[in-house]
Nanobody, 123 residues
Framework: QVQLVESGGGLVQAGGSLRLSCAAS????????MGWFRQAPGKEREFVAH????????YYADSVKGRFTISRDNAKNTGYLQMNSLKPEDTAVYYC????????????????WGQGTQVTVSS
C-alpha cells in the first residue's frame, strides 16, 4: 500500500502561482511513477502531468504545458506540482496518484490516489 496526501491548494488570483505537494508513505515511493490529475465540478477527472520513477522524464497535458512543472524528491518521498500563470479554468480538485505500469494518462493505470486538494483561481 502507498498512502498519498496532497497539500498546498488554495485560492489564488489569475496569473498567480501555487505549489502542490504529494507526501507518500508506505511502500517505497521511488518504485512508483507519479501523476497529477484534476477534476472540475461537473467534469471528468483529467490527466495533468506525469513523472517517471527516477524523475528523468515528464509528460504534460497540452492545457498546462509551459505553465506547470512536475517534480519529485525521492529522498523526501514527496512529489510536487508547481503551477504558474494560473487561469480560472485551472480551478479543480487536484489529485496525485502512483502507479507501476500502464499508460500514464489513463486513470485506470493508477493503483493509489490521494484525497485531493482544492485549487480555486479567481478572475
Amino acid at each position: 500500500q502507498v498512502q498519498l496526501v496532497e497539500s498546498g491548494g488554495g485560492l489564488v488570483q489569475a496569473g498567480g502561482s501555487l505549489r502542490l505537494s504529494c507526501a507518500a508513505s508506505g511502500r517505497t515511493f521511488s518504485n512508483y511513477a507519479m501523476g497529477w490529475f484534476r477534476q472540475a465540478p461537473g467534469k471528468e477527472r483529467e490527466f495533468v502531468a506525469h513523472i517517471t520513477r527516477s524523475g528523468g522524464t515528464t509528460y504534460y497535458a497540452d492545457s498546462v504545458k509551459g505553465r506547470f512543472t512536475i517534480s519529485r524528491d525521492n529522498a523526501k518521498n514527496t512529489g510536487y506540482l508547481q503551477m504558474n500563470s494560473l487561469k480560472p479554468e485551472d480551478t479543480a480538485v487536484y489529485y496525485c496518484a502512483a502507479h507501476k505500469s500502464g499508460f500514464y494518462a489513463y486513470l485506470s493505470s493508477y493503483n493509489y490516489w490521494g484525497q485531493g486538494t482544492q485549487v480555486t483561481v479567481s478572475s
